[in-house]
Every structure is written in C-alpha cells, then in structure tokens.
C-alpha cells in the first residue's frame, strides 16, 4: 500500500470485511468474560464445597471427642436420677447386675454375744406384712436381691407380680405390667393381703425391688402407735394433697385400720381407679377414707424414708436445686449428714450391688469397743430404768457363762 502525500496513512476502508473483523473481536471478548464468569463460579462452589466438606469434618470429630468424654463421665458418675417424682424408675444396667445371690447372714458367729432382746421383743410385738412390687423382668435383677437381704426380716414377706411364679414364688395379680398400671396392682396387693392375711399382722409395708428397708428401726416407730388407728407412715410429699401423701418409692405402711378402710372404699365407690400415678392416687384416697398421714421423723426430727440412695441426701449438692425434690417435702428438707436419721427406715433406687451395700453396713459392720448402740428413747420411769438394767445384767452374765 503506497503512502499519500504528507505521509499520513490512508484511512481504513470501510466495508464488509471492516464489519466482520469487529464482530469477530467482538465475540472473541464476549468468550473470554464468559470464560472468566465460569472460572470464578466454578472457583466459588470449590471453596463452598470446601468449607461445607471441612465443617462436616470438624462437627464429626467434635461429636466423637464429646461422645468419649461423655462415655467416660457416665463410667465414673453415679446414675443421676429423671427430674419427675412419678417419672420411670432407675434400672440396673449391665455393669452393676450381679451374677447371682449372696448370703450375708450365714454366718451370726460374730455377732453371738450382741443383746438383741428389744429386737426380738419388737418382732412379735409389731408385726408387720411386707409386700414388694415387681414383675417377671425383675425378678431375677432385683427381687431376689431383696429377697436375700432385708426382706427375710418381715414377719411375712409377699412378692407382687403380674404373673404368678410358683417357683420365686410370686403372687399373680392378673394385671399388665407399665408405670400406668402401678396404682392398678397397688389396689389389687393390698386386696389380696387383706383377704388372705388381714390377721396376720398388724402393719402392712409396701416396697418396691429397688427399695431397702431396715424393719428393726420401722418396728421402732409404728410401737408409739396403735395398729387399730387409721393412720400410714412413709416420706411425706405436700403437693396436690391437703394432708401430703407419702412417696412411693420410698415405701410406705398401712395400719391395719388403714387397710381395712382402703380395701372398704373401693366397694363402696369413695374411692376409684382414676389415676395411673400410684402414690399421689392412694394418698388422696387416704385423705377421702380419713386415714392419717403421719409423721415418720425420729424424736430429733430427722427424716427415716429416704426416696434416694444414701449418698443423694448425705453429700451437699449432688442434687441441684433446681430438682423437683425440694419442692416436694411436706417438711423442709436437709441436705448433708442433718439429711438422715440414725434410726433411717427406708432408701430407694437401690440397685442390686448396693443392697448388699447396705445389708453389710447395718447388720454387720461394727465399731470396736462399743457394747451398746444408740438409743433414742430414754427411760422415762425408774420402773422401765430397773427393767433396762436387768436386761443388760442378764446379757453380761450369759457372756461370762459362754467365756467359761
């Protein structure tokens, strides 16, 4: 191409070509913010992807560091109990069922010279019918732990089931089993008792499997009452009921008024099956019948049923304020040693390990040097001082004899 005068280039033609050379950049260009477009969305769903991947990577191994820690604190804690008072019952869990019975009473050898004159004397003097709710499921994780422990210390001891087990033996009530049959079965044992052994006793003890009981100190204080007055004992609960009603799990015992009446008021309709809830039924029943609800603290004012373990009332916090607990008792509740008497009738949820536990610690254990346990009631006359002395003379002379 020649060059125009004045060196100045030749201005472009226009044309198709012109046309066609633009459009080509010009789609050129179009590819290119279009290429550029995918490569930042593909590069922004990488790092989504990315994130998303290193968060469900980051949660999951959190949930496996929590899940040991967690593991590892249910090992080492004892089982903490439903913030419900009627909510479902605690159950022996693979690490502390135990393989079989044991016998912790074989052998009295070491306890041959101990004077258990006002024991024997308040075994016939207060006899009292125990009878103990369970189930075919239980019977061999729970009941037969209490059959071997503190149940041989009733003076008639009955095993109530759904199911009859001539073997154990239970007695069939012919009810289903679930916590929403509990008050069902309660109506039907206390029928039974009264129908086949009202004139065999004179108190009448309702326990759970899972419950302990020390008779000894329960004779104790049912002797400052008359069986032929309608009144029950056990720990006693204030909500809903006037009078306060006593708690199931921690047990509770009827007079032989209280029974009559009990059993009476179902036929004459003063009384019905409208609830599933055991206790709280049974007590507004109490408060219909007029039967009492009694006071079961010992004379320093201490609590004898206890609705937990030992170590939930002795040790100071283990159960948050916040527990349903404190809000329940018709007195006002003590925590730490305060919490119990020395004389304690009852604890509940006792799993079958610490019935044992406790079998050895009351009946067995005992401090060296100390001849006479603790006595809350004083004598109160010189003829009952006179008959406690020749009592402890009686007892000192047959020791001599058997050292002789």
Same mark, same amino acid.
């Given at each position: 191409?020649?060059?125009?005068?004045?060196?100045?280039?030749?201005?472009?033609? &226009?044309?198709?070509?012109?046309? @066609?050379?633009?459009?080509?950049? $010009?789609?050129?260009? +179009?590819?290119? /913010?279009? #290429? !550029?477009?995918?490569?930042?969305? &593909?590069?922004?769903?990488?790092? @989504?992807?990315?994130?998303?991947? $290193?968060?469900?990577? +980051?949660?999951? /191994?959190? #949930? !496996?560091?929590?899940?040991?820690?967690?593991?590892?604190?249910?090992?080492?804690?004892?089982?903490?109990?439903?913030?419900?008072?009627?909510?479902?019952?605690?159950?022996?869990?693979?690490?502390?069922?135990?393989?079989?019975?044991?016998?912790f009473n074989a052998d009295f050898g070491?306890?041959?010279?101990?004077?258990?004159?006002?024991?024997?004397?308040?075994?016939?003097?207060?006899?009292?019918?125990?009878?103990?709710?369970?189930?075919?499921?239980?019977?061999?994780?729970?009941?037969?732990?209490?059959?071997?422990?503190?149940?041989?210390?009733?003076?008639?001891?009955?095993?109530?089931?759904s199911e009859e087990n001539k073997d154990f033996p239970t007695v069939g009530?012919?009810?289903?089993?679930?916590?929403?049959?509990?008050?069902?079965?309660?109506?039907?044992?206390?029928?039974?008792?009264?129908?086949?052994?009202?004139d065999d006793a004179d108190w009448f003890m309702k326990a759970d499997d899972d419950t302990y009981v020390i008779l000894d100190n329960l004779r104790w204080l049912l002797s400052k009452y008359s069986p032929e007055q309608p009144i029950y004992f056990g720990r006693r609960f204030k909500p809903y009921v006037k009078q306060g009603y006593m708690s199931g799990g921690a047990g509770y015992v009827l007079s032989k008024e209280a029974l009559k009446r009990f059993v009476a008021a179902f036929k004459t309709s003063k009384c019905s099956h409208s609830s599933s809830i055991e206790d709280l039924a049974l007590g507004k029943c109490m408060e219909i019948i007029n039967v009492e609800a009694g006071d079961s603290r010992d004379t320093s004012g201490r609590e004898t049923f206890h609705p937990f373990v030992p170590e939930h009332?002795?040790?100071?916090?283990?159960?948050?304020?916040?527990?349903?607990?404190?809000?329940?008792?018709?007195?006002?509740?003590?925590?730490?040693?305060?919490?119990?008497?020395?004389?304690?009738?009852?604890?509940?949820?006792?799993d079958s390990m610490t019935m044992y536990q406790l079998e050895y610690l009351i009946y067995h254990l005992r401090p060296y040097g100390y001849l006479y346990r603790y006595n809350p009631d004083p004598a109160t006359s010189p003829e009952e001082q006179s008959k406690n002395e020749a009592l402890e003379d009686n007892q000192k002379l047959k020791q001599k004899v058997t050292e002789s």
């Open positions: 191409m020649s060059r125009q005068r004045g060196g100045r280039r030749p201005r472009p033609r &226009s044309g198709p070509g012109r046309v @066609l050379c633009g459009a080509a950049r $010009g789609r050129r260009d +179009g590819a290119a /913010v279009h #290429y !550029l477009q995918e490569m930042a969305s &593909s590069k922004s769903l990488m790092n @989504l992807l990315t994130f998303t991947f $290193g968060s469900a990577i +980051g949660f999951f /191994v959190c #949930y !496996l560091l929590f899940s040991i820690i967690l593991e590892e604190q249910v090992k080492i804690q004892p089982h903490f109990l439903h913030n419900d008072p009627h909510g479902q019952h605690s159950s022996d869990t693979d690490s502390n069922q135990l393989q079989g019975q044991m016998n070491q306890h041959k010279d101990e004077n258990k004159n006002i024991a024997e004397g308040l075994y016939q003097k207060v006899k009292i019918l125990c009878w103990v709710m369970t189930g075919p499921q239980n019977l061999e994780k729970k009941a037969r732990h209490v059959k071997a422990t503190w149940a041989q210390r009733c003076n008639k001891i009955l095993f109530m089931s009530l012919e009810a289903k089993e679930g916590r929403d049959q509990l008050y069902w079965k309660t109506i039907k044992a206390f029928q039974y008792v009264h129908d086949h052994y009202f009332h002795l040790v100071r916090g283990y159960l948050p304020k916040t527990f349903w607990y404190w809000n329940y008792n018709y007195y006002p509740a003590v925590e730490g040693p305060g919490c119990c008497s020395d004389l304690a009738v009852s604890f509940h949820y006792v």
